[in-house]
C-alpha cells in the first residue's frame, strides 16, 4: 500500500529536542488527518484538514503543531515533548465527504 | 455522544475454524460503518464498509459483515480464519461533516491463531 507514505517510520527523540513527522498522499484526497495510538488506548484523533483548512483540533498540546501547506502533504512539528507522547502516530486521508480514510504505516515515535 | 464498542479485547481460534468479532455502536443517525485490520507494526487497512444498502458486506480477505440496525451491530465474519488473520482489528463509525469524515474508533480486538 503506497497511497499514503509517512516519514520516518522510526523516530527516538530527547524531550529537548525539535522534530517533524512527515505524511504525503498520492491519491488525490482533499482531507488529511492525524492520529495518535497509545497502548491500551483506542486511537485519538488530533488533527484534520480540510482543503488545506485545519478543521478539527481535539484538545491536543500545544507542543504539537500540524501544518497542511498543500493537499498532499501534512507535517507534525515536535517540541519538547514528554515521554507519554511516545506512541505510533498515524496519518491518513480521505476523498470529500463522509468517505474512507486511508492510512499511512505510522510514524513509532519514542521519547526519551 | 458516538461511541464503539468492542467486547472482546482478545480472541483465540484455530485455523480453519470461524470467526465473529462484535462491534457495537452508539450513533444518533444513519450511521458510517468500518472494519479496519492493523498488522503489528503497521497501518491500517480497510477490511470492508457500510454506508446504505444491502446489510451484509463483503470485504477483502474473505472477510464479511452484517449491520443490524435493532441491534446496534456491525459484527465482523470470516467462515474459515488462516494463520495470517492474526491481527488487531478495530470497528469505527463515521459521521461526514462538511469535506471531511471524523472516524470514532473501538479499542481494538486482538486476534490469536493457533495452527
Known amino acids: 500500500e503506497t497511497g499514503v507514505t509517512q516519514t520516518p517510520r522510526h523516530l527516538v527523540m530527547g524531550m529537548t529536542n525539535k522534530k517533524s513527522l512527515k505524511c504525503e498522499q498520492h491519491?488525490?484526497?482533499?482531507?488529511m488527518y492525524w492520529y495518535k495510538q497509545s497502548a491500551k488506548k483506542p486511537l485519538e484523533l488530533m488533527f484534520v484538514?480540510?482543503?488545506?483548512?485545519?478543521?478539527e483540533n481535539n484538545s491536543v498540546p500545544s507542543r504539537f503543531s500540524p501544518e497542511c501547506p498543500n493537499s498532499s502533504h501534512l507535517f507534525l512539528h515536535l517540541h519538547t515533548l514528554q515521554p507519554e507522547d511516545s506512541a505510533l502516530y498515524l496519518c491518513?486521508?480521505?476523498?470529500?465527504?463522509?468517505?474512507?480514510?486511508?492510512f499511512g504505516p505510522g510514524t513509532r515515535l519514542t521519547v526519551l | 455522544a458516538q461511541s464503539v464498542t468492542q467486547p472482546d479485547i482478545h480472541i483465540t481460534v484455530s485455523e480453519g475454524a470461524s470467526l465473529e468479532l462484535r462491534c457495537n455502536y452508539s450513533?444518533?443517525?444513519?450511521?458510517?460503518l468500518f472494519w479496519y485490520v492493523q498488522s503489528p507494526g503497521q497501518g491500517l487497512q480497510l477490511l470492508l464498509k457500510?454506508?446504505?444498502?444491502?446489510?451484509l458486506v463483503q470485504g477483502i480477505k474473505g472477510f464479511e459483515a452484517e449491520f443490524k440496525r435493532s441491534q446496534s451491530s456491525f459484527n465482523l465474519r470470516k467462515p474459515s480464519v488462516h494463520w495470517s488473520d492474526a491481527a488487531e482489528y478495530f470497528c469505527?463509525?463515521?459521521?461526514?461533516?462538511?469535506?471531511?469524515?471524523?472516524?470514532?474508533f473501538g479499542a481494538g480486538t486482538r486476534l490469536a491463531v493457533h495452527p
Open positions: 491518513a486521508s480521505s476523498p470529500r465527504g463522509a468517505d474512507t480514510q486511508y
Open positions: 491519491l488525490g484526497h482533499n482531507a
Open positions: 484538514y480540510s482543503l488545506e483548512e485545519r478543521v
Open positions: 450513533y444518533g443517525a444513519t450511521p458510517y
Open positions: 457500510y454506508f446504505s444498502g444491502d446489510t
Open positions: 469505527a463509525v463515521g459521521a461526514g461533516s462538511g469535506g471531511y469524515n471524523k472516524l470514532i
